[in-house]
């Protein structure tokens, strides 16, 4: 089945303003797809995924002197990167390693488990608000002083992030704070290490779904993208001021409610 024109651009607007939030957006995109469209778990992650392509050309586009800085770095001096470079390649590389195999084990279970596993997306939204609610550290770490044991730790809390629910800015940036990096620091180096995790979440629901390529599925990224360019800058010094880990959790509990009541497919 097809998602509806109408739903992939509602499901646009909705990627490119909740992706600069800590509320796992592919959560919320999933379950918004599962209940617009009456689809299990597998169909709405795949296409949650793919409007990740959107946000990742925002967020390249946002970033592109960073990204042109670290391209020229690599052609320049190869063997001797720098500290923010190895921590976009180590994080990446751990990310991939254990994201991968979550939405291969998501894509075959969440098939058979219908309401249940929106019941798990749900509890998930409410470890990523219990983890909103915590007080931060208080930290002074640099991009150019994060080391590998930076980039091992986030990279692993990025590919947990592969479940529905989690949110990846939430773990990555939790992951940071408490390895003491600076709080803006931590912001940008979350938003720059998801560039390729975006892309190669989408890069697995081309292959994996059958709506990426249709004229909804490339409407739907190309909203993300230009929503997202408009939202990334309020909305990412928004995330910096307001604590979301109360509306996680409200928007957890209503998930879970769903799940119980059978709001969503059982297939």
């Not at 254990?98 to 929106?118: C, K, N, Y």
């Not at 091992?152 to 479940?163: N, S």
């Not at 931590?186 to 390729?196: D, K, N």
């Not at 928004?238 to 109360?246: K, P, T, V, W």
């Amino acid at each position: 089945m097809t998602v509806d024109l109408t739903t992939a651009l509602l499901l646009g607007v909705l990627q490119g303003i909740v992706e600069w939030l800590p509320v796992s957006s592919e959560g919320v995109v999933a379950t918004a797809y599962a209940y617009l469209e009456d689809q299990p778990l597998g169909a709405s992650v795949g296409f949650a995924l793919w409007l990740h392509l959107g946000t990742a050309v925002s967020a390249t586009i946002y970033f592109r002197r960073e990204l042109v800085a670290i391209a020229r770095e690599l052609l320049s001096r190869p063997r001797h990167p720098s500290p923010l470079l190895r921590f976009l390649v180590v994080g990446t590389v751990v990310g991939a390693f254990i994201g991968l195999p979550v939405l291969l084990a998501l894509d075959q279970l969440s098939e058979r488990a219908g309401s249940a596993a929106m019941g798990v997306v749900g509890v998930l939204m409410l470890m990523t608000g219990f983890l909103q609610l915590r007080r931060p550290k208080v930290g002074t770490l640099k991009r150019d002083e994060v080391t590998i044991k930076e980039a091992t730790i986030t990279g692993a809390a990025q590919g947990l992030a592969a479940l529905p629910g989690l949110s990846r800015s939430g773990l990555t940036v939790a992951a940071l704070l408490a390895l003491r990096v600076d709080r803006r620091e931590a912001l940008a180096l979350s938003f720059l290490l998801s560039i390729p995790a975006s892309l190669g979440g989408a890069l697995f629901a081309a292959i994996d779904s059958k709506e990426a390529f249709t004229v909804e599925g490339i409407a739907g990224a190309a909203v993300a993208a230009v929503v997202g360019l408009l939202t990334i800058r309020g909305l990412m010094a928004f995330a910096q001021r307001i604590n979301f880990g109360a509306l996680v959790i409200v928007v957890g509990l209503a998930i879970i409610a769903g799940s119980l009541l059978g709001v969503f497919v059982v297939t």
